[in-house]
Structures are given as structure tokens and as C-alpha cells.
């Protein structure tokens, strides 16, 4: 049963998790139910995992064959709404640009002292590598544009999260820096969340609950009867450098050989005027904290190299400013859970599993969380993120 109008003024809506999905839930809820308390408790700080450290690369397409294709296109045109609301340009690093994938060769090419050598001649550049001048386009093997400006865009992942939070905050949702550790359940009903803070075990009574941990939802199987909610253990890592020379707009998804083996990293220069690449992921267990996840050398050093090869004139010889790792949130069949639990926590909504596209589809999923607490019928469809194969 959904509340009544006069029941909003005694509602209080607690969100677990400060990533992309819990600050875009909190930012809906408090357009849509602007009458209830709001309150995010995030154990780190606002885009301490994934969802400050990831590519922030948004399409409207690239989902369409898959189970994601209506949230995505949803997710997509939201992002541009909420682009000219909350000066995504200035505050986030928002824009439109173009996509290529890459095929490349540097199997004879090493990098020595950060400068890229060779034992044999350039080879010619194919046509079509004039369009990515800022790449050795002796190596480039082969172009394909798969975005331009209606269909690709970026964030900065960190500043967007950090913005839609304020947003929120603005329209009254309240903070809190605590880790949750479990709820107080009353007839299939959540009434408390079990928070430490500063320190402190204290108990933050709630009429609803949104459980948007990322890859640490699988915690809630200690708090309520989810046997199949299980989650892969997989970590990414990403590199930012600062060019020599400007960069143009454009992500490239990048195929290369080196050495004897392959490189597939993801390039998007950003507005700041910084590059960041991501690939080389692993699985190693998850820690218990955002703030306990480390990269590992040899993974940041590679991407580096990487850049380093791909473009000598404006990445040749850079330090990366920064060298980080997350973990991708991913259930075991791949898909997000995004709904209510129903009997046993009727009052929890449950937004996770977003994977590789998270940041592409906060806006969306956190609509359709506040649709659902709001009573109304969400705007994309949820069957295929159904939570029952949770229980
Ligand atoms: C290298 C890499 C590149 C990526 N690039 C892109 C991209 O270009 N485009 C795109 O769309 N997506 C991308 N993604 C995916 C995207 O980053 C994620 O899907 C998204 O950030 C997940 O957001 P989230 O809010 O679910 O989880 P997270 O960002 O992991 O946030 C979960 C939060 O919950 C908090 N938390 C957990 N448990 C508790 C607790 N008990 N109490 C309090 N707080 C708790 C954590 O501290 C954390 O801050 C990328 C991912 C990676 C790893």
C-alpha cells in the first residue's frame, strides 16, 4: 500500500550508500515526496567507491540489445535535464562528444623513461587516423566512430555525484558519515537502521528504507532474508594524467596489441583538462570499507604505458596525478535489482548492480526508486531488474 498525502509529513526515508545510485535517489525523493525527511548515510564520503573513480562515459544506444536499453535511453536524456539544472557544464564537467573505437599495434613498440622507442620503422597511417591526431597514428590499424554528439556525453563521476548530493541536501535531505550494520525489522517491516557514527552505535528510526550499496549490497543478506543475493568480486583500475597539450573531446574504447600481449583501456579526456584511462581489472575479495581499496602497481603502471604509446605528443613521459581502483558492483547474473523486497521488508527498496554503467544510469534508477516510494508508477518499466530472484 503506498501512503497517503497526509502520511508524507511523518515519513522518514533512509538511504544506505552515498554512490551515484543513493545521491540520485535522494536527489528524486526530495522532488518527489518533498514532504518527507530524507537522510543518506554513506560510511566513507559521497563517491568514495566506484562512483568517484570511474569513467563517467554516458550513451544513449549502447544498452539497447540488453535488459538496460529503456533505463539507459531514460537515463541519458535525465542526465541532459539535469545537466542545464544543476550546471552540469560548470560544476561536473558535462558535455556532448565523439566516440572511436581503436585498433592499434605496438607489439614492436616499448616505452623507455616514459618516451615510446622502436626497433622498426613508423609504419603509415590508415585513413581515418587523421581524425585522432593526438594518437600515434602510425599504429592506428583501424577508426570506428560509434558516438557523436546526440548519442555520447561525459561526467566527471566524483563532481557529479558531489553535485546531485548538494542538490539534495538544498531540498532538505540530511547527511550522515555512518556505517550501517544492520536493521531493527518489526512484522516484515524495517523501523530502525543500526548506525556507528563518530564513534557511536545509535539506532535512526525510519518509515522506508533504500539500500544502494554497490558492490557491498551483498550485507544485506545479514539483515534480511536474501539467500541468492550474491555479488562478483571484481576490481578496475584507472589512471589520470595531465597532457602535455590539450586533448580533444573524444573517448576512445581502444583495442591495442603491445608487446606480445593485448591492452583494451577505455581513454576519455575531460573538460578539466585531464585524461583518464581505466581497464585492467581482477578479481581479488572485496574490502570491508570503500576507503580499504587499493590499486595494484603493476595494473596503473600498464594503463599508464598505455597512454604513453597511444600518445607520445600529449601523454609521452607523464605522471599520472592520480592511480586508483574500485570495484564494480555486479550480481551474479548481471543484471541491476532495482524494486521493492515485498513481504519480509516491504518498506526496503533494494538499487544495485548497475556494473559497468552506473553513472549512465543513476539519474533513472533514482527516479524510478522515488516513483516507487512515491506511490506511482515508475517511468521505466522494472521487470527485468525484478528483486524476487533476490529471495
Ligand atoms: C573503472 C570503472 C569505470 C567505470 N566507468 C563507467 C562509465 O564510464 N560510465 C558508467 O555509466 N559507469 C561506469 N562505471 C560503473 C559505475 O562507476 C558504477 O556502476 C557506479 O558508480 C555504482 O554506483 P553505486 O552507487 O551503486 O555504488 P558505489 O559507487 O560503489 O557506492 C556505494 C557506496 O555505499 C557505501 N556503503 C556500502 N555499505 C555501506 C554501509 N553499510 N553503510 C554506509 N555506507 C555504505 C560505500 O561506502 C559507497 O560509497 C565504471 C566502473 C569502474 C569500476
Redesign the pocket.
Known amino acids: 500500500m503506498s501512503p497517503s498525502a497526509s502520511d508524507e509529513q511523518g515519513r522518514h526515508i533512509v538511504i ?7 545521491v540520485c535517489s535522494a536527489y528524486y525523493i526530495t522532488r518527489l515526496i518533498p514532504d518527507a525527511k530524507v537522510t543518506l ?4 564520503e559521497i ?12 550513451a544513449l544506444d549502447w544498452c539497447d540489445s540488453g535488459p538496460l536499453g529503456k533505463l539507459a535511453r531514460k537515463s541519458f536524456a535525465l542526465h541532459a535535464e539535469l545537466a542545464a539544472e544543476l550546471d552540469g557544464p560548470r560544476h561536473y564537467d558535462y558535455r556532448l562528444l565523439d566516440t572511436w573505437q581503436i585498433e592499434a599495434d605496438f607489439e614492436d613498440r616499448e616505452v623507455v623513461d616514459g618516451k615510446a622507442t622502436g626497433r622498426k620503422g613508423p609504419k603509415r597511417a590508415v585513413k581515418g587516423a587523421e581524425a585522432v591526431p593526438w594518437l600515434d597514428t602510425t599504429r592506428v590499424l583501424q577508426t570506428t566512430v560509434t558516438g557523436n554528439h546526440s548519442s555520447t556525453a561525459q561526467v566527471t ?1 566524483a563532481k557529479f555525484a558531489r553535485t546531485v548530493m548538494k542538490a539534495a541536501q538544498a531540498n532538505g535531505a540530511k547527511l550522515v558519515i ?4 544492520g536493521l531493527r525489522l518489526e512484522n516484515g517491516r524495517v523501523h530502525a537502521v543500526k548506525v556507528i557514527s563518530d564513534g557511536r552505535r545509535r539506532d535512526i528510526s525510519c518509515t522506508d528504507v533504500v539500500l ?5 549490497s551483498a ?1 544485506a543478506k545479514e539483515w534480511l532474508p536474501l539467500p541468492n543475493l550474491n555479488m562478483l568480486d571484481t576490481r ?3 589512471v589520470v594524467l595531465l597532457p602535455k597539450e590539450p586533448v580533444p573531446a573524444q573517448a576512445l574504447f581502444v583495442n591495442m596489441k603491445v608487446g606480445t600481449g593485448y591492452a583494451e583501456p ?1 581513454v ?1 579526456p575531460r573538460s578539466d583538462g585531464t585524461v583518464y584511462l ?1 581497464g585492467e581489472a581482477d578479481e581479488v575479495k572485496l574490502p570491508p ?2 576507503a580499504q581499496v587499493e590499486p595494484a602497481d603493476e595494473a596503473t603502471q600498464r594503463l599508464v604505458r598505455c597512454a604513453h604509446l597511444l600518445s607520445p605528443t600529449h601523454l609521452g613521459n607523464t605522471k599520472p596525478i592520480r592511480e586508483q581502483a ?4 555486479t550480481l551474479v547474473d548481471g543484471r541491476p535489482a532495482i524494486g521493492k523486497l515485498g513481504p519480509g521488508a516491504s518498506n526496503v527498496v533494494m ?2 548492480g ?9 539519474p533513472a534508477t533514482g527516479l524510478v526508486v522515488a516513483e516507487l516510494l512515491a506511490g506511482l508508477e515508475p517511468s521505466v518499466g522494472l521487470s527485468k531488474f525484478d528483486t524476487k530472484r533476490l529471495l
Not at 568514495?48 to 562515459?57: I, P
Not at 555512518?178 to 550494520?181: K, L, N
Not at 548497475?354 to 543513476?362: D, F, R, V, Y
Open positions: 544506505v550508500g552515498g554512490g551515484v545510485i543513493g548515510i554513506e560510511g566513507t563517491a568514495a567507491a566506484a562512483s568517484g573513480k570511474s569513467g563517467g562515459f554516458l563521476p555512518g556505517t550501517v550494520r544502494a550499496m554497490g558492490p557491498w550485507q578496475a583500475h584507472s577505455e576519455y581505466c570499507t570503500a574500485c570495484f564494480l558492483p538499487a544495485t548497475h556494473t559497468c554503467w552506473g553513472i549512465l544510469n543513476s
